[in-house]
C-alpha cells in the first residue's frame, strides 16, 4: 500500500515551458523599462532642489478678487463641460452597449462584436488625443473639450453597461419574451430595472472621470480651467498656477465626495 | 390556507371537444446528439387541466417550452391555439401564440426592483402598443385596471404598490400568477409552479391556479413532481419517462403502480 504522503499535492503548480518563457519576458521587459526611462536616484537627487524652488515661486497662491473671479468662471465652464459630455455621453452609451451585449442585442453576435470594437476603439485613444482632434475639427475652446468627454464616456460607459446588460438576470428576461415581449420590452421591462444600480453607479463613476479629464483638457485649447492652467504656466506666473491648482483639488475632492454618497444612496 | 380545490368544477363534463394544443411526432435535440423528446404525441383540449409529470431531465419543462416556441423544435409539429409550426414560429405567428398564452415559471421570474403592478402591466406586453406595459407608469388606464383586478383575484390588491422583493415566496409565485392571467389567455403553462414554496403556500398557489383557470375557462398544462397535486388539480395525467410518453390517462383512472413507474430508476 502507498504511503498517503506520496499523493499529496505540490505547494506549487509545475509551470510548462510556454508559461516559463512567458513570465520570463514579462519580468525582462519590466526590467529593461525601468532601466531606461524610470528616473535614477541621481536624477531625484538633483531634481530637488529646482522642485523646492518652484514651489517657492508658487507661494503664497493668488488670492487676488479680479483673478478668482476670473477662475470662478473657468471653473463654471470646466463643470458644464463635464456634465453636459457626460450626459450626452451617457445617453448615447446606452444603445451602443445595448448593441454590444452578446445575446441580448438585437444585431447578433456580430453586431455585438462590432459595437465592442467601437467602443475599445473610443477608450483606447487617449483622451488628450480626441481633444486634440476636436480642437483641430471645431476650434478652440468648451464644444472641443465637451466633445471629448462625450467619447471619452461612451468609451468608458459602453463596455461597462454593455458588461451589467449581459450579466442581467435571465429569469424576467425569459418571461417577458414568454409573454410575448419583443427585445425592446426585454429591455425595457426586465433589463434596465434590474441593471440600474449598476448604470447609476458607473454614471457617477463616469461624471468623476469626466471633471478630472475637463481640468487638463485646456491644456490643449479645449475650453476649462485647465486653459487657465496652461497660460500660468508659459507666462511664469506660478502664484496664479498654485491656485488653480489648488482649486482643481478641491474640485476632484467634492465631485468624488457628492458622487460616493450619491453612490452609497443607490446601493 | 386558501381552500379553493375542494369545489372545483370537473371539466371533463363539460365542453373540451377543440384541440388547444396538438404536438406531432415532436423531437428535440440540443447537441444534435441527446434526444431530449423523442416523439411526442399529445392532444390537450379546450377547458382541459393536464398534469404533466416525470422525473428530472425527462424532457417535462423542454416540451413546455417547445409548446409556445421559447425552444425551437428539431423535428415533428405543433399546433397550438390554431398555429401550426416546426422549428420555431414565425414573427407574426409567434406574437398570435403567445398573446393568447399565459406562462408561469418556477421561479417566479418577477422583475425585482419594480412594483407589484408593473410586474402584473408587463404581461400586457404581446398587445399593441407594447412599450406602454414596460411599467405601471406609462400603462394605459384599462391595462392598470386590468392589473389590479388581475391582483384581486390572488388576493394581492393591496400589495399593488410595493416593490415585488418586498414579497414573500408563494406571494411573489402569485404576483406572476396575475401577470399570466391578465390578458385572460386561452392557455395556461406553468413550469412546477409549486416547486420553490413550502408546502402550504405550493397548496396554495395551486389551488388558486385551478381555481382561476375553472372559474375563466382557461385550458391549464402544468408540470409537477407532486403527485398530490397532479391528482388534486388535474383531469389528467401525462407522464413523461426518457423524453417519451409513458402514458396519458384521466386521473380518476392513474393508479399509484403508474406512478411509481413514473419514477423507478
Redesign the interface.
Known amino acids: 500500500m502507498s504511503n498517503p504522503a506520496d499523493r499529496m499535492p505540490p505547494r506549487l503548480t509545475r509551470l510548462s515551458p510556454l508559461t516559463f518563457v512567458l513570465t520570463m519576458t514579462a519580468f525582462a521587459i519590466v526590467i529593461v523599462s525601468v532601466g531606461q526611462v524610470a528616473p535614477t536616484p541621481g536624477q531625484l537627487i538633483n531634481g530637488g532642489p529646482s522642485m523646492v524652488r518652484l514651489v517657492d515661486r508658487m507661494m503664497p497662491p493668488n488670492l487676488d478678487p479680479a483673478f478668482l473671479s476670473r477662475i470662478f468662471w473657468r471653473i463654471v465652464e470646466t463643470f458644464q463641460i463635464a456634465i453636459a459630455g457626460a450626459f450626452i455621453g451617457i445617453v448615447l452609451s446606452l444603445p451602443i452597449a445595448w448593441f454590444a451585449a452578446r445575446g441580448v442585442g438585437p444585431f447578433g453576435n456580430l453586431g455585438a462584436f462590432l459595437s465592442k470594437a467601437f467602443i475599445s476603439f473610443l477608450r483606447t485613444v487617449p483622451d488628450l488625443v480626441w481633444a486634440l482632434l476636436f480642437v483641430a475639427t471645431v476650434g478652440l475652446g468648451a464644444v472641443a473639450g465637451t466633445m471629448t468627454i462625450v467619447v471619452d464616456t461612451i468609451g468608458f460607459c459602453g463596455r461597462f453597461f454593455a458588461e451589467a446588460i449581459e450579466d442581467s438576470?435571465k429569469?424576467?428576461q425569459?418571461?417577458?419574451?414568454?409573454?410575448?415581449?419583443?427585445r425592446?420590452?426585454v429591455l425595457?421591462?426586465?433589463i434596465l430595472?434590474?441593471v440600474?444600480p449598476s448604470l447609476i453607479n458607473t454614471s457617477l463613476f463616469a461624471l468623476e472621470k469626466a471633471v478630472r479629464s475637463s481640468v487638463v483638457l485646456g491644456l490643449v485649447g479645449a475650453g476649462g480651467i485647465g486653459q487657465e492652467l496652461k497660460a500660468a504656466f508659459d507666462l511664469f506666473q506660478y502664484r496664479n498656477a498654485s491656485t488653480i491648482i489648488l482649486v482643481i483639488f478641491l474640485i476632484v475632492l467634492g465631485m468624488e465626495w457628492v458622487t460616493d454618497r450619491l453612490r452609497r444612496r443607490v446601493q | 390556507m386558501l381552500d379553493l380545490a375542494a369545489d372545483l368544477p370537473s371539466v371533463t363534463s363539460g365542453t373540451m371537444t377543440n384541440a388547444v394544443v396538438t404536438t406531432r411526432g415532436l423531437r428535440k435535440s440540443y447537441d444534435r446528439k441527446t434526444e431530449i423528446l423523442q416523439g411526442i404525441d399529445l392532444t390537450i383540449r379546450q377547458g382541459e387541466r393536464v398534469a404533466l409529470i416525470g422525473s428530472n431531465g425527462c424532457g417535462k419543462s423542454t416540451l413546455l417550452r417547445c409548446l409556445?416556441g421559447?425552444h425551437e423544435v428539431t423535428q415533428g409539429d405543433v399546433t397550438a391555439l390554431g398555429e401550426t409550426f416546426t422549428g420555431l414560429p414565425a414573427g407574426a405567428q409567434?406574437?398570435r401564440l403567445?398573446?393568447q398564452?399565459?406562462?408561469v415559471?418556477q421561479?417566479h421570474?418577477?422583475?425585482?426592483?419594480?412594483s407589484v403592478l408593473s410586474n402584473v402591466i408587463?404581461?400586457m406586453?404581446?398587445e399593441p402598443g407594447?412599450?406602454r406595459?414596460?411599467?405601471q407608469m406609462t400603462a394605459p388606464e384599462p391595462w392598470r385596471q386590468a392589473a389590479l383586478e388581475a391582483l384581486s383575484w390572488v388576493n394581492l390588491s393591496d400589495k399593488a404598490a410595493a416593490r415585488a422583493d418586498a414579497l414573500s415566496g408563494g406571494q411573489q409565485q402569485r404576483v406572476?400568477i396575475a401577470?399570466?392571467l391578465v390578458r385572460r389567455p386561452a392557455l395556461l403553462i406553468a413550469d412546477e409552479p409549486a416547486a420553490s414554496l413550502d408546502p402550504v403556500s405550493g397548496n396554495d398557489v395551486m389551488a388558486l391556479f385551478a381555481r382561476l383557470c375553472a372559474d375563466h375557462g382557461i385550458t391549464l398544462l402544468f408540470t409537477s413532481h407532486d403527485m398530490a397535486h397532479a391528482r388534486s388539480y388535474a383531469d389528467r395525467i401525462v407522464a413523461l419517462r426518457g423524453g417519451r410518453v409513458l402514458f396519458d390517462k384521466s386521473t380518476a383512472t392513474t393508479t399509484d403502480a403508474d406512478l411509481d413507474e413514473v419514477f423507478r430508476v
Do not use: Q, Y
Open positions: 438576470e429569469e424576467p425569459e418571461a417577458i419574451a414568454a409573454i410575448g415581449g419583443n425592446l420590452s425595457f421591462g426586465a430595472p434590474d440600474m | 409556445i421559447l409567434k406574437a403567445r398573446r398564452t399565459g406562462f415559471f421561479k421570474c418577477l422583475v425585482r426592483r419594480r408587463h404581461g406586453m404581446s407594447s412599450w406595459a414596460f411599467s406572476s401577470r399570466a
